[in-house]
Each structure stands twice: as C-alpha cells, then as structure tokens.
C-alpha cells in the first residue's frame, strides 16, 4: 500500500517540475529583451523570436505532458525507448525553429547586443544541462 503511494507521490513532484520551465518563458523572453536592450528598431525580429519561443514551448509542454502520460506505464522497453525517443525528437524540432527565427535577430544586433546574447545563451545551456538527465 506505501509502495504505490510514495510512488504516485513522486510523480506528482516529477510532472510539477517538468512543467515548470513552462511557467517561466514570458519572464524568461521579458529578460532576454531587457538585457539585449531591443530597440524599437530591432522589435519586428525580435517578435519573431519571441513568438517562435512561444510556439514551441507550448508544443513542448504538449509532449512533455504526453511523455509524461506514458511514463506511469512500465510498458515494454523498445516502447519505452520509442516514447523517449518521440519526447527528444520534439525538443530538436523546437530547436530548430527558435535557432530559426533567432538567426534574423541575431543579424540586427549591434556587437554589443550579439556579445550579451552569446553569454545569455551559454547560461541558458549551462542551465539545461544541469537540470537534464541522460537518456
């Protein structure tokens, strides 16, 4: 009886923190936009990228969910590694369209701006990378 309590408990904890990065991308952009210091100038590539980060948080949270889903059944491990497999596909397909509409920003950046942008990314990866966990 304990066994799938504690379990269903630590799921619960699981889900809330894998949906959190969600919660954050409108402060996150506010950040990004503050620190590189948009100017009115630079807003219509700038509102690309953010809507392009929107976009694909939301379809990341969608497969995330549904990863998450498919986690509570054991399931046979060639499923498993399907489902996994589905869940990091998503995640390269978001990188590359944010990488996509961030290219077009990035050109109308002043030298300035593209050096605050390099370190806001590199914290950005080094972030992720702390919080990922291999496959």
């Known amino acids: 009886m304990m066994q799938p309590m504690m379990q269903q408990m630590m799921q619960g904890r699981m889900a809330a923190a894998a ?6 991308i409108e402060g996150q952009l506010a950040y990004f936009r503050a620190e590189l210091r948009i100017t009115d100038a630079q807003a219509q590539p700038w509102n690309a990228f953010a809507d392009a980060v929107r976009a694909q948080a939301e379809r990341l949270r969608q497969a995330t969910q549904q990863a998450m889903a498919g986690a ?11 489902r996994r497999i589905a ?12 990488a996509a509409a961030a290219t077009p920003l990035y050109a109308a950046l002043s030298e300035e701006q593209r050096r605050t942008a390099d370190e806001l990314m590199a914290e950005h990866f080094r972030t992720m990378r702390m919080g990922m966990r291999m496959p």
Request: no cysteine.
């Open 72 to 82: 509570a059944e054991v399931g046979p491990a060639p499923q498993q590694m399907e």
């Open 87 to 98: 869940l990091l596909s998503a995640h390269l397909d978001a990188m590359r369209a944010v």
């Open 19 to 24: 949906m959190q990065p969600f919660r954050r």
